[in-house]
């Protein structure tokens, strides 16, 4: 028992509530301006050649930094979503994170020297481009720019939570966190109570309702359980939603912080185009390198040590904090990472990384093979840097925190701001740390914004609609559509989306089932004809939303397939596994099969396009 | 007529390709395999349960407190090495140190630099520069 005590006074749990001072916010504002200031510098670099090759190409001449800290890395997730998994679910969240142990070689090696000398000798801008011209089909290259709108929107929208909630928990004050915890408790006011009774709700339900009035409940599960004992099943029914709402509070510093984190990023990506989100993921990358190292270390020293952490998180918990399959906090049995998931997860994040759009497109705009090679040297160090700590952070953050309940993806702000604590300078520390998440977010938020405004203006607009426009007419689109993207992510957040690291899942799992085999066969399949990609990439994307609307629906019953394990993350969008397994090894292997087929039994491509890019080219004299 | 020949660039990607491909597979099989083996709660009954755990005094006096847990096969000693399970060092961490090491290789001696070409538009700003 004395030990009991000693590990937990060792490890010092925080019971106050932190906050961020004057200078997290400063230094938040000054790394704003900077990438403010990179935007400007990047839309003077790209003022040479055309302009749909410059905004959204940075006209191939992207280095190896450039490349490699950029291209397959960090987004929200990584500070937000993959925290709160480690805080929640512990070790066993190395392993599913673990393949990223080889993602700087298979992003790089597998497709990246072919995609890049691809892209050049078929003058492709972006992916679609590359489809289209790869295949010589208008109908490929649509299709291509669907699902990269489609899948780039959802992940989009997910970012913008994110950094609202950076800039909500860096606002300066005693006040700030106190603000957001208090502010966003759910209370019932005695005129909501008034409109339900106008609005005609039975009187006795109303009676019920007036023993909750001006109540506090801390979140949404806690005031619908109370909700659940005070109404009738009956009446839950027809009145719960309206009731829940009512209840909703508004977080005045949620919708500050959405507006400043838009504007920043829409206003320097429409400034630089490629470059201002390649440059400015860049300074991040660099920032989230010196902030996930500092914090490391503070963390440490502050818990006592990681083996001191993780016997005191294990107190906390279960044996599932420090085995597979991962602890359950609702105590059902549910299965974090299954043997089926943990094969699943090695296969999901190295091909999604490999066949992202954004990541594909910063391979194309390389400069040369000697870029590739030095972005392998220096992303696996990168990498080692950041993950491995960022779980050894949020094992010391479970013993700081020990019951974050539902505010676990605000783990990684909340140890930035205890941890600097005491240290002189503490509240700028913890804005450098907190530019960090900030930065992913931004860097991923920016880089989506020009392939979803790329896709929009050049594979449909200028593909389809207006192939002569002028450059003056595409460079006002291009504006148009970044602002018209960013005002929907933030309508879209005005209600913050749930489930931020699934809906980074569900995007992944979407584009690799889509793009991955379809890349191969463009790259080292002579015989891939047109029809067996059509199939490759449709058949991939539709098993992969087939199994994620089955898992949403709950409709694996009504289609009478095996019950649904209770397996994975627990939220309501995740999809059915079947036979345990995570969508993207039936989408891939549906894709692969289905490319091979169909491209076998249709007649083969054009001997010359083919001769042209998987033959040697005689030197120019 | 000149026997044609294989673009120099698909032969070194596809080579380098096949490479990265089986240094992924063997990532996955020990990873998985080792961590599943060595790391994994058998009964998921006793992933929440609290019970099961157990802290004891330090063999020595200022030492870390030892972390017991029962997953399944009675009582036993967690593991730590470097302040990381057992099994989660010899299964991540220490392959994740492997693979960079591996990278670094790869990238310095398995992939060769080639002649990526010119895109049509900057083909002809050449073409023109000379003319």
Redesign the interface.
């Known amino acids: 028992m004395?030990?009991?005590l000693?590990?937990a006074a060792a490890a010092g749990a925080v019971t106050s509530k932190p906050h961020g001072g004057i200078g997290t916010l400063v230094a938040l504002a000054v790394f704003i301006l900077a990438s403010g200031w990179i935007g400007i510098l990047a839309n003077r670099a790209m003022s040479h050649?055309?302009f749909m090759?410059g905004f959204f190409l940075g006209n191939?001449g992207l280095g190896a930094w450039a490349l490699a800290l950029t291209a397959t890395v960090q987004s929200g997730g990584t500070f937000m979503g993959f925290p709160s998994l480690v805080y929640t679910h512990g070790?066993?969240v190395?392993?599913w994170i673990?393949?990223?142990?080889?993602v700087?070689?298979?992003g790089f090696?597998?497709?990246?020297?072919?995609l890049?000398?691809l892209?050049?000798?078929?003058?492709a801008i972006t992916i679609p481009d590359f489809f289209r011209e790869r295949f010589g089909s208008p109908a490929l290259g649509l299709l291509a720019s669907i699902c990269i709108l489609f899948y780039m929107s959802i992940m989009m929208v997910a970012q913008f939570k994110a950094g609202a909630i950076v800039m909500k928990l860096s606002w300066p004050g005693t006040e700030s966190l106190a603000m957001s915890e208090e502010f966003s408790n759910f209370v019932l006011p005695g005129k909501q109570i008034e409109r339900f009774r106008q609005k005609g709700f039975d009187p006795k339900t109303i009676d019920k309702l007036e023993t909750l009035k001006d109540q506090k409940f801390q979140d949404v599960a806690e005031f619908e359980t109370k909700l659940g004992e005070v109404l009738s099943i009956d009446e839950l029914k027809a009145h719960k939603s309206e009731i829940v709402t009512a209840a909703t509070p508004i977080d005045i510093l949620y919708f500050v912080g959405l507006g400043i984190f838009t504007l920043t990023v829409v206003g320097y990506t429409m400034a630089g185009g490629f470059l201002a989100a390649v440059w400015t993921d860049l300074f991040q990358s660099i920032m989230m390198f010196f902030g996930v190292i500092l914090l490391l270390v503070l963390a440490l020293w502050r818990v006592g040590?990681?083996?001191?952490a993780?016997?005191t998180a294990?107190?906390q918990?279960?044996?599932?904090f420090?085995?597979?399959?991962?602890?359950?906090?609702?105590?059902v049995?549910r299965?974090f990472l299954p043997?089926s998931l943990?094969?699943s997860f090695?296969?999901l994040w190295?091909y999604s990384g490999l066949s992202s759009p954004a990541g594909m497109v910063r391979i194309m705009a390389c400069d040369?093979?000697?870029t590739?090679?030095?972005s392998?040297?220096l992303l696996?160090?990168y990498?080692?840097f950041i993950?491995?700590p960022l779980i050894?952070i949020c094992v010391c953050g479970r013993t700081l925190f020990p019951n974050l309940g539902a505010h676990s993806d605000e783990i990684i702000p909340r140890m930035a701001l205890v941890t600097t604590e005491g240290l002189p300078l503490s509240s700028f520390w913890a804005g450098l740390i907190l530019a960090a998440p900030f930065g992913a977010i931004m860097a991923t938020v920016s880089s989506y914004l020009v392939v979803i405004s790329s896709g929009l203006v050049r594979d449909i607009y200028q593909r389809f609609l207006d192939p002569n426009a002028s450059e003056a007419r595409l460079k006002f689109l291009s504006h148009t559509g970044m602002i018209v993207v960013g005002l929907v992510a933030v309508a879209a957040n005005i209600q913050p989306v749930k489930y931020l690291q699934a809906l980074v899942v569900f995007s992944s799992t979407g584009t690799a089932c889509t793009f991955l085999i379809p890349a191969l066969m463009a790259?080292?399949w002579r015989r891939a004809s047109v029809a067996g990609v059509l199939a490759a990439m449709f058949l991939g994307a539709c098993t992969a939303l087939t199994l994620y609307s089955i898992g949403i629906f709950n409709l694996a019953d009504r289609l009478r397939l095996p019950e649904q394990l209770p397996i994975g993350q627990d939220t309501s969008l995740r999809p059915y596994y079947l036979f345990g397994y995570d969508p993207i090894i039936w989408g891939l292997s549906i894709s692969l099969v289905a490319g091979v087929v169909v491209s076998l039994v249709t007649p083969p491509p054009d001997p010359k396009l083919i001769?042209k890019?998987?033959?040697?080219?005689p030197a120019k004299v | 007529m000149p026997k044609?020949?294989?673009?120099?660039?698909?032969i070194?990607?596809?080579r380098?390709?096949l490479?990265?491909?089986a240094?992924?597979a063997i990532?996955?099989t020990w990873?998985?395999s080792y961590?599943?083996l060595n790391?994994?709660?058998t009964d998921?009954?006793?992933?929440?349960?609290?019970q099961?755990?157990e802290?004891?005094?330090?063999a020595q006096p200022g030492g870390?407190?030892e972390?017991w847990?029962?997953?399944g096969k009675g009582s036993q000693r967690?593991e730590?090495v470097?302040?990381?399970?057992s099994?989660?060092f010899w299964?991540?961490?220490l392959?994740?140190?492997i693979?960079?090491a591996?990278?670094?290789f790869?990238?310095?001696f398995i992939?060769?630099?080639?002649d990526?070409?010119?895109?049509?538009?900057?083909a002809a700003a050449l073409e023109a520069a000379h003319v």
């Open positions: 004395s030990s009991l000693f590990a050649g055309s090759k191939r070790w066993i190395a392993l673990g393949s990223y142990m080889v700087p070689i298979t090696g597998i497709l990246g020297k072919r890049a000398q892209s050049r000798r078929l003058g040590g990681l083996e001191l993780s016997v294990v107190q918990t279960g044996p599932g420090i085995y597979g399959p991962g602890y359950d906090p609702s105590g049995g299965q043997l943990a094969i090695f296969v190295v040369s093979t000697q590739i090679r030095r392998i040297y696996s160090i990498n080692c993950y491995i050894v790259a080292y001769s890019l998987f033959d040697a080219q | 044609i020949q294989e673009d120099p660039v698909l070194s990607a596809r380098e390709a490479v990265v491909f240094c992924w990532a996955m990873s998985v961590c599943y790391g994994y709660i998921p009954s006793l992933i929440s349960n609290k099961k755990v802290v004891r005094q330090p870390i407190p972390l847990v029962d997953h967690v730590f470097l302040g990381f399970p099994w989660i299964g991540v961490a392959p994740w140190w693979c960079t591996f990278s670094l790869f990238g310095a992939v060769r630099d080639e990526l070409g010119l895109d049509p538009e900057a």
